[in-house]
């Protein structure tokens, strides 16, 4: 299949799921998202500091959030490393579990 064809082929699944509105968040955290996103959207907590442990691929809440960061564990372990910069939220979904003793 030549790139071109790749291409129109990806832009053609594109389109059906837009259409379809097919949501490609992880199924078992969507209730989650929607929760945590109404929360952010409160208060005006989307222009808060925020920071996001091990989120993988999705860095679905940099998008929402003006001042994002991110850290990947275990590189950074949120049960005995620090930051030079304090936040006013932290999200750490399903990563605390993984701390050390």
């Known amino acids: 299949m030549t790139s071109l064809a790749v291409a129109l082929a990806n832009r053609g699944?594109?389109?059906?799921?837009?259409?379809?509105r097919?949501?490609?968040r992880n199924?078992?955290?969507?209730?989650?998202?929607?929760a945590f996103t109404t929360f952010l959207e409160a208060a005006n907590r989307k222009s808060r500091d925020l920071i996001e442990i091990s989120p993988g691929w999705n860095r679905y809440w940099r998008a929402l959030c003006l001042h994002y960061?991110?850290?990947d564990f275990p590189?950074?372990?949120i049960c005995t490393?620090?930051?030079d910069q304090?936040?006013?939220?932290?999200?750490?979904?399903?990563?605390r579990e993984s701390c050390t003793d």
Do not use: G, H, N, W
Not at 13 to 20: D, F, I, P, S
Not at 27 to 34: F, K, T, V, W
């Open 69 to 71: 960061r991110s850290v």
């Open 86 to 95: 304090q936040y006013s939220m932290v999200i750490a979904d399903q990563v």
């Open 81 to 83: 490393d620090r930051t």
């Open 22 to 24: 097919y949501d490609s």
């Open 27 to 34: 199924s078992l955290r969507i209730r989650q998202i929607e």
């Open 13 to 20: 699944k594109q389109t059906v799921k837009r259409l379809l």
């Open 75 to 77: 590189d950074f372990d």
